[in-house]
Structures are given as structure tokens and as C-alpha cells.
């Protein structure tokens, strides 16, 4: 994908001032934010990805903000923005969950952060539900396999430092299966304060009654339902390798 970088001085002219301060900052919050970029390191964005804000592509969209790639010191990043609308009142918050994630080697690496930014390691790749649908061709199976085992490895380093995702029972937008690392991603919703449910959530996610199952199915036989609420029952009482690993052998990665 070609990547053409913009100043982010232009970030205050339309339509960009729509995407540093979505939905509906105003004109000195904006220049706050493009001055609270520069401190950090931001010099310029580049607007492309699969999600689309009026005409402008970008990398990801939530409740809490807008993802899009820049350049930090000449290297390429990942930036989220607050958005306006927020409830989160800063980025603080999310970027320590980020960081608690980074040590079990969980997750894109925080750079930095601020009040309205996280700034962290660019992941090019694709998120795991369009990485499945689009899976084809001699070996699809053991890539798929390698992929979901990487996925519930994470699962099972968050579940043992106590770091609960959230969201992984709908997994398909919270994985990126990138070129040179696959990882969890979007910590918005992560907690500590709740029992880490990682390993069940996105077993569940992945196997049973989602989209990402149907097409999982087509490419290797999965097992059992019964046998894989089983082996999720006795590890979500018990979140011990052992357990993990007895897991790992019924659905066979």
C-alpha cells in the first residue's frame, strides 16, 4: 500500500480537522491536540486503512478513539486519538493497561502516550476475521493453527498476570495477523479489577456459533462442541498450564 504522509499543521484544515478532533471538537481543542502531538513526536499522518470517516481512510475506529499511521521521528506508528464524545476523560488509563499487557509480551509496544494520544508500534497485517476469509491454498491449515495457537499463547500470558481483554468472545476485530508479528490488540475495555477470562473468550470466539467458526471449519475439522466445553470448563476452574495445554491438544494446534 503506497503511504503518502501529511504535516499534521495541515490537521486543522478540512476534512483532516474532522478526524484529529471527531466527531465535534472545536478549533483551539484542535490546535491543543495538533500542539500535544508535536510534543510527542508526531510530525506527520498518513490516512489509509479499511475503515472509511466521510472520505478519509483510517486504521481503526472504537468508542474511545480513532486509530491512524504516522511518523514519529521518521518512524512509522500507530496513533490513537481520543475522540471528543469520550467518556474516557484521557488516554492514561488504557495506555497503563497497554503497557501491564507489553510485559507478558501481550500486544503492539506502547511508545508513548498523553491526555488524547497513544502512540504505539504500527502492526501491518490484517485483523484475524478478514485474515480467516481470506485464507486459501496449499497450507492454510497449519498457518491457521499457527495463528490461533499464537492467539490463545497470548490468551493464557494475560490470563496468568491477571489482565481480562474484554472483548475477545468477539475476537474478530481484536487480533491482527501481521507480517512480522501476530498479537492482540485494543485494550479499551481490559481490566485487572476482574477474573481474566483470555483462553475462554476467545476459544469461544474462535470455535463455537461465530462467523470466524463457520469459516475455521471449512478450512481444518474442528472438535466436538462438547469435548471443547469440557476441556474450557475444567481450565477456566483451574487456569494452569497443564490445563492449557490439555486445551491446545483438543483442538489440535
Given at each position: 500500500m503506497q503511504q503518502s504522509f501529511l504535516s499534521i499543521n495541515k490537521l486543522s484544515e478540512k476534512p483532516?480537522?474532522?478526524?484529529?478532533?471527531?466527531p465535534n471538537a472545536t478549533k483551539k481543542q484542535v490546535q491543543l491536540r495538533i500542539a500535544q502531538m508535536k510534543k510527542l513526536g508526531i510530525n506527520s499522518v498518513s490516512f489509509q486503512g479499511d475503515l472509511k470517516l466521510g472520505s478519509i481512510s483510517i486504521l481503526g475506529k472504537g468508542y474511545v478513539g480513532i486509530v491512524v499511521l504516522a511518523k514519529r521521528q521518521n518512524k512509522i506508528v500507530a496513533v490513537k486519538i481520543r475522540r471528543s464524545?469520550?467518556?474516557r476523560k484521557e488516554m492514561n488509563r488504557e495506555a497503563k493497561l497497554l503497557e501491564i499487557a507489553n510485559s507478558s509480551g501481550v500486544g503492539p509496544r506502547l511508545i508513548t502516550s498523553s491526555k488524547n494520544f497513544m502512540v504505539m508500534e504500527y502492526l501491518d497485517g490484517k485483523k484475524i476475521g478478514l485474515?480467516?476469509?481470506d485464507l486459501k491454498g496449499k497450507g492454510s491449515a497449519s498457518r491457521l493453527k499457527s495463528v490461533i495457537k499464537k492467539t490463545l499463547e497470548d490468551c493464557y500470558n494475560l490470563d496468568q498476570i491477571g489482565l481480562d481483554h474484554g472483548e475477545l468472545s468477539s475476537i474478530s476485530?481484536?487480533?491482527?495477523?501481521g507480517k512480522s508479528k501476530t498479537t492482540i490488540i485494543d485494550f479499551e475495555?481490559?481490566?485487572t479489577k476482574r477474573r481474566a477470562s483470555n483462553v475462554t473468550s476467545a476459544t469461544q470466539g474462535i470455535f463455537i456459533g461465530s462467523g470466524i467458526s463457520k469459516a475455521t471449519q471449512k478450512i481444518y475439522k474442528l472438535p466436538s462442541k462438547n469435548?471443547?466445553?469440557d476441556a474450557l470448563r475444567i481450565y477456566k476452574h483451574k487456569p494452569s498450564r497443564?490445563?492449557?495445554d490439555a486445551l491446545l491438544k483438543i483442538l489440535r494446534v
Open positions: 483532516y480537522i474532522t478526524i484529529i478532533g471527531y464524545d469520550s467518556q485474515w480467516i476469509r476485530k481484536h487480533v491482527i495477523v475495555s481490559a481490566s469435548k471443547l466445553i497443564k490445563n492449557f
